[in-house]
């Protein structure tokens, strides 16, 4: 996409070069020198008297002494002042911000500013923000920067699809790094019920080609081999997840239940305290356990005597253990089509790095939303429970009761 801005800085940037530089040499070129002329203006108003014979022949003496190089010519310009040079580069500085402004360049910087304050920021914020730049996304398609921070935001919120489509931008544009390729084919494997395809895989395998320790591509891996029951390469990859954890952290302790579970299945080790199997035949957390992250299971049960509007938009936010109000540690936002709605809030959903896994305890609250804006104010139904234990397999229940 051709960057407006750029064009309109180095159009107005070469005019300011002509006006500056080019202008006042082309007329020291062409036309006399102030101060000669001026000095040319004398003599001649010294010889006014004189016949206009003699005042020709002391015009061409100046001419033959060096003091001019012609004579000059009636009306000529004159060379811009000093002060005419300034105004022009000011008008010019200033069409470069009316210009920058008229493009969209200031959204970019609104945005940046905003991205730079986002830990002081209220969760309506955060969503209002998130708003902005899927628009400004929109509106520049071919802007890497904006597509890899929706990616991990989508991908961090349960929201595999959208986060898909971000990272298959990112590698459109060429992007390549081993990050991105192991998040895109993490997203993608989500995305479509934990069935792995050729394209994630391969990606997947690529970013492993340039980095062995690519925690997504091991993770997605080491799902996708536990999905088909390939125990053995499931616990290579987590083996090689581990490694990345620091021995007695939640993550390492998580990855080696998570093992277990799998030498359990080839009979390689007692059952016992092995984690249990979802639906789906993974480790429940498993994909959290590839990021080393602990989390909270909630379950949101409707108002008993209500019905919650179709559409409605439901938040689930972590604060510390006690808080009601200030910045959430994660939040969830999701558009639940049946009831009750079962949610985990982990590292995926932190926010402004925060990390759930760090916290005892949280106090959980869940606002219902029929507008999509986030905020007590803003609920239509609401629920909170204080001081919720991280890490319990056991889900937390809050039942929606109005405001």
């Known amino acids: ?6 064009i309109a800085a180095g159009a107005l940037l070469l005019g300011a070069i002509v006006w500056v530089i080019a202008l006042p040499r082309y007329w020291q070129r062409h036309y006399p020198a102030e101060t000669n002329e001026d000095w ?7 010889l006014a008297g004189e016949s206009e014979q003699l005042q020709q022949e002391a015009a061409l ?15 000529a310009p004159k060379a811009p002042s000093k002060a005419a040079q300034w105004i022009g580069i000011l008008m010019l500085t200033l069409s470069v911000v009316l210009l920058y402004q008229r493009l969209g360049g200031w959204e970019d910087v609104t945005i940046a500013r905003a991205l730079s304050d986002v830990e002081r920021a209220q969760p309506a914020e955060i969503i209002a923000l ?48 081993p990050e991105i390729l192991g998040k895109a084919a993490q997203a993608e494997f989500l995305a479509n019920d934990r069935q792995l395809s050729a394209q994630a895989r391969a ?8 980095n062995t320790a690519e925690p997504a591509a091991l993770a997605t891996l080491g799902m996708a081999a536990f999905e088909a029951a390939d125990f053995r390469a499931a616990i290579q990859y987590w083996e090689r997840l581990q490694a990345l954890e620091a021995p007695g952290s939640r993550g390492h302790s998580m990855l080696a239940q998570i093992i277990e579970r799998a030498r359990v299945a080839l009979g390689e080790a007692p059952s016992g305290e092995a984690p249990s199997v979802g639906a789906g035949g993974s480790p429940d957390g498993l994909s959290d356990a590839a990021s080393g992250s ?47 709605l079962a949610i985990r809030l982990d590292d995926r959903q932190s926010m402004a ?16 939303s029929i507008d999509g804006q ?13 001081a919720v234990e991280v890490g319990v397999a056991e889900p937390v229940v809050i039942t929606l009761g109005d405001q």
């Open 203 to 210: 990606r997947a395998e690529q970013a492993l080609a340039i």
């Open 353 to 368: 790095g925060q990390l759930i896994s760090e916290s005892k305890a949280v106090s959980i609250e869940v606002q219902v």
């Open 61 to 75: 003496r100046l001419i033959e002494d060096g003091v001019v190089d012609e004579l000059p010519l009636p009306g």
């Open 130 to 177: 998130i708003a902005r730049i899927e628009s400004r996304a929109e509106a520049r398609p071919g802007n890497a920067d904006y597509a890899l921070l929706l990616g991990e935001y989508y991908l961090s919120g349960n929201d595999p699809a959208a986060a898909s489509d971000y990272f298959d931008r990112l590698i459109a544009m060429g992007a390549t790094a």
């Open 40 to 46: 040319l203006r004398l003599r001649q108003r010294e």
């Open 374 to 386: 986030p905020g007590r104010e803003n609920a239509l139904y609401w629920g909170r429970v204080d």
């Open 294 to 340: 602990l989390g909270v299971e909630v379950v949101v049960r409707a108002p008993e005597r209500a019905s919650v509007p179709n559409g409605s938009v439901v938040f689930v936010l972590a604060r510390p253990a006690g808080a009601e109000q200030g910045m959430p540690i994660a939040v969830s936002r999701t558009q639940p089509d049946s009831w009750p």
């Open 1 to 6: 996409m051709i960057d407006y801005f750029w």
